[in-house]
């Protein structure tokens, strides 16, 4: 904030002394190199700083009137909000929409199972996902498709809901490849075909930083494609594992998630995954969520998904 007291500072010199700004000139001088989420943090932190001296020299005009800069201040509003209308444009189609069912009989073929739903399974949960990459990948918690996962009998399905590239929605029987309890993750597979999915943006977690934005993006209690918004509360959090231990490094966030969020992304304000949706302290007998929301971060995620796809389930952690 001490770049923006010290454009204040200035907007309220160059009113006073009516001096005109003019563009910067190119130079062929070297500037030193920065990293990208640096460089990207600056020049938001820069942006800001912008937008507030020309807010501060349009209100120390003295022909400036309440009307218009209300209309300024509006516009500013506007500007933010279909910022985060296409963040959620863009992001949307990478999540996918998970259901978990129980045959009441072993179904002869894959097809059978997407037309018998109804009539010969019951739903046993929902949950989210995201497209890892175009071959059909999909990420999501283990504990999401963890009756999957141990089905000793042949009745458990996975039922993936996905838009392709397109706006098209399709349905695709979602098979296991790996899974992981010590970092609930799972990856499935589904047959695209003819489909162009479009995977999501993956960011990285060791960069994030308290009190920034992020955005959530799932299911939750089945309702498809919810956004949720909020900004990260606290970092290296422990919580715990489906197999008992505990899952260190964890995101704290108070973007709203719930039963069905489970395996949906955590996007930053770029649309760039930076965790998966994990958990969330409910208040107690209600069942909803009390803002103490937990994501598994997008670093530990690169480490085990690519290990999971070429080498599927670790053996100490096969049934």
Not at 133 to 156: E, M, P, R, S
């Amino acid at each position: 904030m001490a770049h923006c007291s010290a454009m204040a500072r200035l907007a309220m010199a160059l009113a006073s002394l009516q001096t005109t700004l003019s563009p910067l000139s190119s130079s062929s001088t070297s500037l030193p190199s920065l990293s990208l989420s640096t460089t990207r943090r600056r020049a938001i932190a820069f942006g800001s700083c912008v937008s507030l001296a020309s807010s501060l020299l349009f209100l120390f005009n003295p022909n400036s009137s309440p009307l218009a800069l209300a209309q300024l201040l509006s516009d500013e509003l506007q500007q933010e909000e279909d910022r985060i209308v296409n963040l959620f444009q863009e992001s949307s189609p990478s999540v996918v929409f998970i259901k978990d069912i129980e045959l009441t009989k072993v179904p002869k073929t894959s097809s059978e199972v997407m037309a018998n739903e109804d009539e010969d399974a019951k739903v046993e949960g929902t949950g989210s996902g995201f497209i890892w990459d175009k071959f059909g990948h999909i990420v999501t918690n283990y504990h999401v498709v963890a009756k999957l996962a141990t089905d000793n009998g042949g009745l458990q399905r996975c039922k993936v809901f996905l838009v392709d590239a397109k706006g098209n929605n399709f349905v695709r029987e979602g098979k296991i490849v790996g899974f992981d309890p010590a970092f609930d993750l799972a990856v499935l597979k589904v047959d695209v075909g003819e489909y162009e999915i479009k995977p999501a943006v993956l960011g990285t977690s060791k960069e994030i930083r308290v009190g920034q934005s992020c955005f959530a993006i799932g299911n939750p209690y089945g309702y498809e494609n919810t956004l949720t918004t909020g900004v990260i509360s606290g970092l290296g959090r422990e919580i715990p594992a489906p197999n008992g231990g505990a899952i260190k490094g964890a995101i704290q966030t108070d973007a709203s998630i719930n039963a069905g969020n489970s395996g949906g992304p955590l996007i930053d304000s770029h649309g760039h995954v930076i965790g998966v949706n994990t958990a969330t302290f409910t208040r107690t007998g209600s069942g909803m969520s009390s803002g103490v929301n937990f994501a598994i971060p997008i670093d530990t995620v690169l480490r085990s998904v690519p290990y999971l796809i070429v080498y599927g389930t670790p053996y100490a952690n096969r049934f």
